[in-house]
């Protein structure tokens, strides 16, 4: 008898501890729901404020393998979100870095090289599965019409199986997708608008990137400031009359000494494919000292180096590496780009 009343007491407390136990992760789930919704709401007004500018290097990354995500940069400017190109890795990492994904205005793509434009896809879907709510538009140079409609083609099966699983009213098909905006540039080396939304303006213009072809880079201006993308792109004459008294520049970069040092290891170990690769690589990317004579030439307030051959690990190999060959030609404001860096302009 006392054995069963032991027993029965046992059973009592342990069923009041799964209770409770129960009870308690309800309160955190709900607690953990309610406090990421709130930093989520929190951060979108942080970065929609319509008092500055606020860009985010979202990825930094080259088609080299490493740990970063390949390219892609946000502008947050007069309540709108702005993205310049896609590559690998870029839908989950806007969502890491807590960036508003359903707010998505716009998206830029430079050229069509894989590092640029790997994750459109992805970003257009996970912008519509998150709750997007307006058609979005990807803005680029001829080839921009086919690159997006193959994406779409690609998800058709993956739009309907959503649609048809939750319904339409939480997964609206007339905002699946997106539509592409393709536009040309005249050889003259002028620029051409190609958004213009609220006082903010988009202008695109081409860049030297051959053999590949078209490539541009983009100028966003908004009541008196200005931040220039450069895309990929050699020692550019274009690129410098473009980036003329821009508030940031944001650049890719390439130091050829030492690229052309991992072209001789290629060759003295007698692998000829890598070896080819790394010598046709120097002639269409724009050294680092290259950049910063471009940067002082054209006054640029704040150069913002990215996407840079070879990837430098650590304090030492980044001053080696960029910011010492900069500092030789540049006098002014420099940011050595990284995965997640948050640049912020004032607006006056």
Request: aromatic fraction near 10%; hydrophobic fraction near 40%.
């Amino acid at each position: 008898m006392k054995f069963l009343k032991t027993f029965l007491l046992l059973q009592v407390i342990v069923g009041c501890i799964l209770f409770h136990l129960s009870c308690s992760w309800d309160s955190v789930v709900l607690n953990r729901v309610k406090s990421s919704l709130k930093f989520k709401e929190d951060t979108a007004k942080e970065l929609l404020d319509k008092d500055r500018i606020t860009v985010i290097l979202i990825g930094v990354g080259t088609p080299i393998p490493s740990d970063n995500i390949q390219n892609s940069t946000a502008v947050f400017v007069n309540g709108q979100f702005l993205v310049f190109d896609s590559g690998d890795g870029v839908a989950m990492a806007m969502e890491k870095q807590h960036l508003p994904v359903t707010e998505i205005n716009g998206i830029f793509i430079t050229y069509f090289h894989s590092d640029h434009f790997a994750d459109l896809g992805e970003v257009i879907d996970r912008s519509w599965l998150l709750g997007r709510r307006n058609h979005l538009t990807v803005y680029g140079p001829k080839g921009t019409s086919e690159l997006v409609n193959g994406f779409l083609k690609s998800y058709k099966l993956e739009y309907g199986y959503r649609t048809k699983h939750h319904g339409e009213n939480v997964m609206p098909t007339q905002w699946k997708g997106a539509e592409a905006n393709e536009f040309t540039l005249k050889p003259d080396g002028s620029s051409k608008i190609v958004y213009e939304k609220d006082g903010v303006v988009v202008r695109s213009f081409n860049v030297n990137h051959e053999p590949v072809e078209p490539a541009v880079g983009y100028r966003i201006e908004f009541k008196g400031k200005s931040i220039v993308i450069s895309g990929d792109t050699a020692d550019s004459e274009n690129l410098g009359k473009h980036s003329l008294g821009a508030d940031l520049l944001i650049s890719e970069a390439m130091n050829k000494s030492l690229v052309a040092k991992i072209e001789k290891a290629y060759e003295f170990l007698g692998i000829e494919r890598f070896r080819k690769i790394m010598k046709d690589i120097q002639l269409y990317h724009i050294d680092i000292s290259e950049l910063g004579r471009l940067a002082e030439k054209a006054k640029v307030k704040t150069l913002v180096v990215t996407h840079m051959i070879p990837v430098a690990k650590g304090f030492f190999q980044i001053k080696s590496f960029y910011k010492d060959p900069v500092r030789q030609e540049f006098h002014g404001d420099l940011i050595i780009g990284e995965d997640g860096k948050k640049i912020v302009l004032p607006l006056e």
